[in-house]
């Protein structure tokens, strides 16, 4: 089954499913990905290792010490039920109340210091302890965000890196982005080939549950790109909300991806396709102008956008798609190809140029020219 094309070679969507769609039929048959089922990891949603946010810490560590304050002030008004072993006969004094909340919720406990009464023993047995259990968790918290949690995501980081090559990257999970990837996946595409970065956690866990592989973070950064193995990957769709995002992501991939990735961008307003085309993408395609176009259609049509419609929705009615003149078959022309009996051939590119229908049936193919033809799903 062949891939499907846009209509023109600026193909304007309307940012939406057939923006989505038309992003995808930019996109070339890829012919050597090394992925199998054995050694795929499956890794859901990744962050870059960093250490946590500085006023987050600061904010855990005010609460300890605002707790363990409350508890100290708390047992100081049961303060005679605390006996100091190591200066007998002396009044027990705040300090040394402080002194014994810290160590008893550590649970160091030097013993120098202890309760001697029911109700201070009492109190240390229903209040000190669920104190403790807490301000444990909390510490243990702090120590497996500045530890664990970024060995194991270095890890995984690490691994996604070595098993991803020519792979593919979506930049955005917004309503394009989820349409490029369903229509990937229709194409013969596993979702292990897919990598998505996304900003927000909340869409990349939905890719995540989707078995794709989904990076939170902001795709003109080049870390995030770095962890993406932008410099093995085979193509890159920008599809993010905005064009000066866009703009960004396009700059940043040029300047980390290998000069063969093919960088595919979405376009809100048509003024913005030139300055998208300017950093670095191959594909430009302008969502709402071609939207409106197909819309304007049906108002004096009926018939012709629902035939547009089915070329442009992998496997209903038609499909477009391309067939690259081999050395052997130069210098016939495309009708006289045992491929294209009994099929429509829309027309030929070769290099940037462009022959319609009507050229196309004159024209003396040449190695490397591309056939644009109609084919029926299967």
């Not at 995501?153 to 982005?177: A, P, T, Y």
């Amino acid at each position: 089954m062949g891939r499907k094309l846009p209509c023109n070679s600026k193909c304007h969507g309307e940012g939406s499913k057939r923006s989505g769609k038309a992003l995808l039929a930019s996109m070339p048959k890829i012919r050597d990905m090394r992925f199998s089922r054995h050694n795929v990891l499956n890794v859901g949603v990744l962050r870059l290792p960093e250490p946590p946010p500085l006023p987050g810490l600061l904010k855990r560590i005010f609460g300890a010490c605002a707790i363990i304050l409350l508890v100290a002030i708390g047992l100081w008004f049961d303060r005679d039920g605390l006996s100091d072993n190591a200066h007998p006969g002396r009044p027990m004094t705040f300090p040394d109340v402080l002194y014994f909340t810290v160590v008893s919720l550590t649970t160091v406990g030097y013993g120098d210091i202890a309760p001697v009464t029911q109700e201070a023993r009492l109190v240390n047995a229903l209040l000190l302890t669920p104190v403790r259990v807490f301000l444990w968790a909390l510490f243990l918290g702090v120590a497996y965000e500045l530890t664990l949690q970024r060995l194991r995501e270095k890890s995984q980081m690490d691994k996604l890196r070595q098993r991803l090559k020519n792979h593919i990257i979506v930049c955005g999970f917004g309503v394009k982005g989820r349409a490029v990837i369903t229509d990937l996946i229709a194409h013969g595409y596993s979702p292990e080939e897919i990598v998505v970065i996304e900003p927000s956690e909340g869409a990349a866990q939905e890719a995540a549950a989707q078995g794709l592989t989904a990076i939170t973070g902001d795709a003109s950064a080049e870390s995030i790109l770095r962890a993406a193995a932008i410099e093995k990957a085979s193509h890159v769709i920008a599809a993010p909300s905005r064009d000066d995002v866009c703009v960004l992501i396009c700059l940043t991939v040029r300047a980390l991806a290998a000069p063969s990735l093919r960088l595919i961008a979405s376009a809100r307003e048509e003024e913005n396709i030139k300055l998208i085309y300017r950093a670095g993408a191959d594909m430009v395609i302008a969502s709402s102008v071609s939207g409106g176009r197909l819309m304007a259609s049906a108002v004096g049509q009926t018939a012709a956008p629902e035939f547009l419609e089915d070329i442009i929705h992998f496997g209903q009615g038609v499909d477009a798609t391309e067939y690259v003149v081999p050395i052997s078959e130069a210098g016939k022309h495309a009708a006289d190809l045992p491929l294209f009996e009994n099929r429509l051939i829309l027309g030929v590119q070769r290099g940037k140029t462009r022959y319609h229908f009507q050229e196309a049936k004159s024209l003396l193919l040449q190695p490397g020219d591309v056939v644009v033809y109609l084919i029926t799903s299967a």
